[in-house]
């Protein structure tokens, strides 16, 4: 596993991240045993670093694998707190819940404008007065938005930036995957220590898995890349990937034979455009948001490309 310095933080991060929020509630909804299992696995082989979020639901499940390893892990939160009060209602629920004393990393979550960072301020000086006393090691934020990762370069208050990178810019909301690179490479430039999300889409890429793979391992200025996990057989696949060896052939074949399933997240807000993109007729309306016909889906993912919220994953 390859590891290097995340932008100009003392953290030494693993170029492989776990995403955590696929094992979670909002996803795969693994009890925290196991989903503490396959986390520890990732550790062993050699991931010293994961990617959470108070909204995620899935502290408890890495609770248990921080104590069960005598590794050094580097732990990235983050949350939609705006207020001083709030930003210190989130830290504190981490730490607990953690049972950590230390936050690695905490980042505002998936802002989406100079404004919105703007409206976050107080939250993020809340954030940089616990880096001073040595509660947070470093402080940014995750985003879906070239606009904010430009902005971030500019902000030397800001260590760490989260932005979505993926082969067919899925998921970024005010751009293509040129225009995110290049943001990308200003920030990391300018000292950020930067860790992608998203490679593989929200899932939509899984078709396309060894080229989405290849694309963000050969992107120079990204220092780790964090990627959903929800078994066994894809820490291991994901790491030989990242280490370039061979993928083990019953890892393959138990991965090839896996149900997948289109998932509409909560935050859908049931503008139609993917009932209108779909031409299997497999979503529809009900209640204001879009639901699966599971009989008629067929995995194309071509309404996930017009969702503007980026609501739509196939897990």
């Known amino acids: 596993m390859e590891y290097c310095k995340l932008g100009n933080t003392d953290l030494e991060v693993s170029k492989l991240c776990f995403g955590g929020l696929i094992i979670g509630p909002l996803q795969a909804n693994l009890p925290p045993e196991r989903g503490a299992e396959i986390i520890l696995k990732a550790f062993e082989l050699g991931v010293n670093f994961i990617d959470t979020a108070e ?35 989130s830290l504190e629920k981490a730490r607990k819940e953690l049972d950590i004393d230390v936050i690695d990393i905490f980042l505002l979550h998936e802002q989406e404008s100079r404004l919105t960072l703007r409206g ?20 940014g934020a995750s985003t879906h938005n070239v606009e904010v990762v430009d902005a971030c370069a500019e902000m030397p208050e800001i260590d760490i930036i989260h932005p979505i990178i993926n082969k067919s810019g899925i998921g970024i909301g005010d751009g293509t995957i040129e ?88 935050w859908c807000e049931g503008c139609g455009k993917c009932v209108e993109r779909c031409k299997q007729e497999a979503l529809r309306l009900v209640d204001g948001k879009a639901r699966v016909l599971e009989e008629k889906c067929v995995l194309c993912s071509y309404c996930a490309s017009v969702c503007p919220v980026f609501a739509i994953k196939v897990s």
């Open 55 to 89: 909204l995620y639901g899935t502290y408890p499940h890495i609770r248990q694998a921080l104590k069960k390893t005598n590794k050094n892990i580097v732990i990235a939160t983050k949350s939609y707190a705006y207020s001083a009060e709030g930003a210190k209602e």
């Open 120 to 139: 976050h301020r107080e939250a993020l000086e809340y954030y940089i007065s616990m880096k001073e006393k040595g509660i947070i090691k470093a402080v």
């Open 179 to 266: 225009d995110m690179l290049k943001a990308v490479k200003k920030a990391y430039d300018a000292g950020k220590g930067i860790y992608g999300m998203k490679p593989l889409g929200g899932g939509n890429l899984i078709k396309s898995y060894e080229d989405s793979m290849d694309f963000v391992l050969n992107i120079p200025y990204i220092h780790s890349i964090a990627l959903g996990m929800q078994s066994i057989e894809e820490v291991i696949m994901n790491v030989c990937v990242f280490e370039c060896k061979e993928v083990p052939q019953d890892v393959k074949k138990n991965l090839e034979s896996r149900k997948r399933q289109l998932h509409i997240d909560w």
